[in-house]
């Protein structure tokens, strides 16, 4: 018997469903690092057990585009449920795909999600007292591009 037996596995329990409306990323060039975008999140919403939310135009997705088969992301943007509490959200991800799998998602072009690894670890904020809890827990998900919007599913890590 190993000291470590007493630590469970975490396990998943499904938080919320997303759907995130962009628009037409803005290019910043290259630096040392990679290819710098900005993507404008323009809408969508969010579904959870028992809950709704639209998302709120006016956030971003910062992309680090660091090679023909890998980017990173870092997402900011709000929640406001039907109950009208604010929830901030921070997602940082990232994505890898076969470069022409890429280049065709990097030009807005649909893509079979399977060939594409997109996962994220979103972190959320909130002064509401009904999703106090949601500010003490990690999250992680996963996800798909496609050209107008970005399909996402969130787990709590329990």
Known sequence: MSIFDSIA???LEHFVD????????KVFGSGPRGLHRVVPITGGEAIGHGWRARVLPGGSDFQLIASDTFSELDARYGLE????????VQ??????APPEVMAKLLHGEPVDAGQVYFRCNPRFETASPALQWINERMFVGAGVRHPAEVLMRFFALV
Do not use: K, M, Q
């Open 91 to 96: 997602n940082r991800a990232i994505r890898s």
């Open 9 to 11: 596995a975490p396990a």
């Open 18 to 25: 997303l759907r995130v409306e962009v628009g037409v990323p």
């Open 81 to 88: 449920t039907d109950a009208g509490d604010l929830v901030y």
